[in-house]
């Protein structure tokens, strides 16, 4: 067992973490929930350029809280018998929704699969968000000088995460999918939004959110990793509050878009990879959140590895999936 800069394995299985929950958080979800809800979310689908033998490949677009159109690329096999499973995609930071050829395997196996395009970031979702504050860099910060004012409704996160759920659901009630078989997976940022995605669309059977991101930010904070994918946290910090006045009140109001308080809601059975040694993503951070699940799961642990590829994981996620 490698030296690691975080807690031991042993205090890391009961740590339940430090970032503040705000009282009212379950009331602020169910009042998202009930916004997206209440929305015609105005799907269209439109053949892709890329196509391949077996498969229909589609751009998605839907309407998502807020009226921005969101996107997603959908895949799904030309010939199949009955409703069969399907399985929702997360991408990493500022990335996007990734190739269509990486999705195929599911799609052979019979799968119906659905890859979200993050609003503002690399694939072709509109962020149609108007915030006070920083929007040169940093999701996480985006609404939360609105969210210090009293309208946390404004974290731009809220409506990202409500995306996954709105997509999930979309794919559930498509002819073909058997809206009990549906799966959620994504690494790092995208390991966040498949928490978020079982945490906010119960019916989720199967998740496996790898070394997820967003959660437990004051851990973060106290083990001075407000860097990298973190950075923003110290950014806001020396543009709007240099001498940390209103620090509680910040990490107050990132709660609502903590992971580790949406996870208690989830339902599905999770496999959730993790490195001991990731320095983007500590290690308690995630176990924050883990240890908050309440229903069938387990870890696959790689001691000496970081925020990284972890040696057959893909193929640990497919077999897992395909329990479906």
């Known amino acids: ?16 973490g430090i970032n ?7 009331a602020y979800w169910d009042a998202a929930l009930a916004e997206m809800h209440a929305l015609d979310p105005q799907v269209e689908l439109t053949p892709a350029e890329f196509q391949a033998p077996g498969a229909e490949c589609f751009h998605l677009y839907f309407t998502g809280v807020g009226g921005a159109r969101v996107h997603a690329k959908l895949l799904r096999p030309k010939h199949s018998a009955g409703a069969q499973p399907a399985v929702v995609m997360f991408h990493g930071y500022s990335g996007h929704s990734g190739d269509w050829f990486d999705k195929l395997g599911y799609v052979g196996a019979g799968y119906t699969v ?5 609003r503002g970031q690399g694939g072709l979702s509109e962020d149609n968000s108007a915030v006070i504050g920083n929007t040169h860099r940093g999701h996480i910060i985006r609404g939360l ?3 210090l004012a009293g309208r946390p409704e404004k ?5 990202i995460f409500l995306d996954t759920a709105q997509l999930a659901r979309i794919v559930m009630d498509m002819p073909g999918v058997d809206a009990t078989r549906v799966g959620a997976t994504g690494g790092s940022q995208g390991g966040a939004l498949t928490v978020a995605c079982m945490a906010l669309e119960p019916h989720i059977k199967r998740a496996a959110p790898i070394f997820p991101f967003l959660s437990d930010y004051r851990r973060v904070w106290q083990m001075d990793l407000a860097k990298d994918a973190y950075e923003e946290l110290r950014i806001f910090f020396r543009l709007f509050d240099p001498r940390h006045e209103q620090e509680a009140a910040v ?11 949406l996870a208690p809601r989830t339902r599905a059975e999770v496999l959730w990879p993790i490195g001991l040694m990731d320095q983007i993503c500590p290690p308690s951070s995630q176990f924050a959140a883990y240890n908050k699940i309440t229903s069938p799961k387990r870890m696959a642990i790689y001691p000496d590895f970081g925020h990284e590829g972890l040696p057959g994981v893909s193929d640990l ?3 897992f999936l395909m329990e479906l």
């Open 1 to 16: 067992m490698p030296l690691t800069f975080d807690f031991p394995l042993d205090k890391l299985q009961t740590y339940q």
């Open 20 to 26: 503040p929950r705000p009282a009212d958080f379950d």
């Open 114 to 118: 659905a890859a979200l395009d993050c």
């Open 145 to 147: 000088a609105d969210a």
């Open 155 to 159: 974290l731009l996160f809220r409506q």
């Open 251 to 261: 990490f107050e109001q990132l709660g609502y878009v903590d992971i580790q308080h």
């Open 317 to 319: 996620v497919y077999q």
